[in-house]
């Protein structure tokens, strides 16, 4: 089984409180008089999103294509085996774009200051595997000089969304296999064999790009978005 869903998300105000603390997935208006300004990608937008779940059973054993006439021996170590597997592939996730001084706070009780753009270009063009954890060498978002954003200064209205398509983690990509053994000891006893394989390829696609445009890390990697590959075995008796 397989789904492949594209879709846009748009918002405004989104996790509105009366009186926010501030957080930074909060939103609120930067202009009172002009709400409709704060329109916005939504914080869940996730324009790609593809899922596969997979079951095959393979065709050794008794009933199946080939070794129908095993005997139970052979039967038991050939048969009744499934192989399955998963796979997800997703755009990343945005990240939330505001001054990292909120002077509006303190002037006006605005409790987030939209950032300015500056017209760069807000990704750096290096790929997912091209980057290296905190190193400075290696930026997911252009910095510096190139910066995209910066910091909209005090009694100002900045002009940059809260969230741009463009401005968002790195893409994700996870598979996982799995093969399982079914012996049946008697009609009412079940052995069941399993193998399970978390992250087969071994992938280490860097995430948690750092998103504060003020800071001298602006656009580094600083993790990994999956665990190192795993394979676990598992035994279970049904009676």
Do not use: C
């Not at 009933?63 to 597997?85: D, E, I, R, S, Y």
């Not at 009694?155 to 401005?167: D, I, M, P, V």
């Not at 996982?176 to 052995?191: D, F, P, V």
């Amino acid at each position: 089984m397989g789904s492949y869903v594209y879709s846009k998300m748009l918002d405004r105000l989104s996790y509105m409180e009366i009186w926010t603390s501030g957080s930074t997935t909060t939103q609120g208006a930067q202009d009172y008089y002009n709400p409709y300004n704060d329109k916005s990608y939504g914080f869940f937008d996730i324009p790609n999103f593809i899922n596969v779940v997979s079951s095959y059973q393979l065709p050794f054993g008794r009933g199946k294509k080939f070794m129908q006439n095993a005997n139970p021996v052979v039967n038991h170590l050939a048969g009744n085996w499934t192989f399955a597997w998963t796979q997800q592939y997703r755009s990343g996730t945005l990240s939330q774009i505001t001054n990292s001084t909120d002077y509006l706070n303190a002037e006006t009780g605005v409790n987030l200051q939209k950032a300015t753009p500056t017209g760069n270009a807000i990704r750096s063009g290096l790929g997912s595997r091209d980057l290296l954890p905190n190193n400075p060498n290696t930026r997911w978002f252009n910095s510096g000089s190139s910066n995209p954003f910066a910091t909209t200064p005090a009694f100002t209205l900045g002009a940059a969304s809260y969230y741009n398509s463009q401005f968002r983690q790195p893409w994700f990509r996870n598979e996982n296999i799995s093969l399982n053994k079914q012996i049946h000891i008697r009609e009412s006893i079940l052995l069941n064999y399993q193998v399970n394989v978390y992250n087969p390829f071994n992938r280490s696609d860097m995430g948690g790009i750092n998103a504060s445009f003020a800071s001298a890390a602006f656009g580094e990697a600083t993790a990994v978005q999956d665990g190192a590959r795993a394979i676990t075995m598992g035994l279970r008796l049904e009676f």
